[in-house]
């Protein structure tokens, strides 16, 4: 029998990329015009990060803890069978709810006028 030849694949070499800018350049980050990262000296900890939140708008951390007050509460009186407490200890989360989001939106748009430094 005769062998069989196979048929040879030229080799491809791969075509060196146009000259020009690249559109990313992954070594450094990215250059965004108007903003200027600020360089943080260490990382700041859970603990740190939400004490330093905290002083900023105190209101936010209150409200979430009427918001958990009530609920516990609310769902322990309906457990118990007090229908009637446990509807006002639910309109009273409803409202803690409120509270707190309108401590964010006031936060957010404090922190939003407050003059750059």
């Known amino acids: 029998m005769a062998?069989?030849?196979?048929?040879?694949?030229?080799?491809?070499?791969?075509?060196?990329?146009?000259?020009?800018?690249?559109?990313?350049?992954?070594?450094?980050?990215?250059?965004?015009?108007?903003?200027?990262?600020?360089?943080?000296?260490?990382?700041?900890?859970?603990?740190?990060?939400?004490?330093?939140?905290?002083?900023?708008?105190?209101?936010?951390?209150?409200?979430?803890?009427?918001?958990a007050g009530a609920l516990i509460y609310g769902l322990r009186a309906f457990h118990q069978g007090k229908t009637r407490q446990s509807q006002l200890l639910m309109r009273g989360r409803i409202f803690a709810q409120g509270f707190t989001v309108v401590a964010i939106i006031v936060g957010v748009l404090s922190t939003a006028l407050k003059p750059k430094q």
Not at 10 to 32: H, N, Q
Not at 51 to 58: G, S, V, W, Y
């Open 3 to 67: 062998a069989a030849a196979t048929p040879t694949v030229p080799e491809r070499t791969p075509k060196a990329a146009p000259p020009g800018p690249l559109p990313f350049d992954f070594s450094e980050p990215p250059v965004i015009e108007g903003f200027s990262p600020l360089p943080r000296s260490k990382d700041e900890t859970f603990k740190e990060k939400f004490i330093r939140k905290t002083k900023e708008n105190p209101f936010v951390p209150i409200g979430c803890l009427g918001t």
